[in-house]
Nanobody
Framework: QVRLVESGGGLVQPGGSLSLSCRAS????????LGWYRQAPGKQRELVAT???????NYGDSVKGRFTISRDNAKNTVYLQTSNLKLEDTAVYYC?????????????WGQGTQVTVSS
């Protein structure tokens, strides 16, 4: 019922920055967690960052201190601000949502947006 659409991916040089956004639409009243995961070629999908509807954040170890997640509840949008990008950050970045705070009411994934870090 919830649809997630990412934008902002692209090509960036090592050390650079870019910002990703993900807008949720549809039945969004029960959204509890919004976040980002990524998957690089030959690797498992991994946590980048999540944020609850109260603003509590969680970051993957590989991006801690370099990426910042935020959300605008009024716009039903979650953002990922990246900095000091490394070659290892190259991946497809997927937006994610979990519905329900005390009970799992479902989840949804976006289609992904490619981030390529290259010199």
């Amino acid at each position: 019922q919830v649809r997630l659409v990412e934008s902002g991916g692209g090509l960036v040089q090592p050390g650079g920055s870019l910002s990703l956004s993900c807008r949720a639409s549809g039945t969004i009243a029960s959204i509890y967690i919004l976040g980002w995961y990524r998957q690089a070629p030959g690797k498992q999908r991994e946590l980048v960052a999540t944020i609850t509807n109260r603003g509590d954040t969680n970051y993957g170890d590989s991006v801690k201190g370099r990426f910042t997640i935020s959300r605008d509840n009024a716009k039903n949008t979650v953002y990922l601000q990246t900095s000091n990008l490394k070659l290892e950050d190259t991946a497809v970045y997927y937006c994610y949502t979990k519905l329900g705070r005390t009970m799992n009411l479902g989840e949804a994934w976006g289609q992904g947006t490619q981030v390529t870090v290259s010199s």
